[in-house]
T-cell receptor
């Protein structure tokens, strides 16, 4: 079946370096994508989203890139800090119409920041 | 403050003893859902509800029940819990085409 997945289950980066977390999706009908951060013992928290009419969206220290041609999504974190250590999930959705309520999640990438 | 509230946060129970995990949201969202999270398996959807009195099965509904009598509440019911239902549970709510808001989680242990 169609699914959202992540290329790497774990990622270790040095404090101050940039982090890149990747995600592949297979549902061509998905047009809305979300990144979540889950810290230990907490629920997933929204980081940033992007709709399919955009290729790039920037937030505070985070950038999401969407490549619809190869169905690839990435999250870039600039100047990674110890507080960024968490599991990151991508999720796909429809922006409207049938399926616009359902989110499909990837399995997550655990980011560890080395001080 | 916009939030999804789950109770209890932690629960240890015995096999076969019925339990309910409550979930409430204050954002007037139409859609609510329950997930379980297990190591290596990510978030798996148990049940969801698209509005009051409308519920449907997710990917792993066996052993669970839900109800949606009011828009803000979406309780998860385990009629006869078993050890394989030991997990971390999350409730979430959202509007169509927007991000989901998650509760803080309920860690359930069935012995």
């Amino acid at each position: 079946g169609e699914s959202v997945g992540l290329h790497l289950p774990t990622l270790s980066v040095q404090e101050g370096d940039n982090s890149i977390i990747n995600c592949a999706y297979s549902n061509s009908a998905s047009d809305y994508f979300i990144w979540y951060k889950q810290e230990s013992g907490k629920g997933p928290q929204f980081i940033i989203d992007i709709r399919s009419n955009m290729d790039k969206r920037q937030g505070q220290r985070v950038t999401v890139l969407l490549n619809k041609t190869v169905k690839h999504l990435s999250l870039q974190i600039a100047a990674t800090q110890p507080g960024d250590s968490a599991v990151y999930f991508c999720a796909e959705n429809r922006a409207s119409g049938a399926g616009s309520y359902q989110l499909t999640f990837g399995k997550g990438t655990k980011l560890s920041v080395i001080p | 403050e916009a939030q999804v509230t789950q109770n209890p946060r932690y629960l240890i129970t015995v096999t076969g003893k019925k339990l309910t995990v409550t979930c409430s949201q204050n954002m007037n969202h139409e859609y609510m859902s329950w997930y379980r999270q297990d190591p290596g398996l990510g978030l798996r959807q148990i049940y969801y509800s698209m509005n009051v009195e409308v519920t449907d099965k997710g990917d792993v509904p066996e052993g669970y029940k839900v109800s949606r009598k009011e828009k803000r509440n979406f309780p998860l019911i385990l009629e006869s819990p078993s050890p394989n239902q030991t997990s971390l549970y999350f409730c979430a709510s959202k509007r169509a085409g927007t991000e989901a808001f998650f509760g803080q989680g309920t860690r359930l242990t069935v012995v």
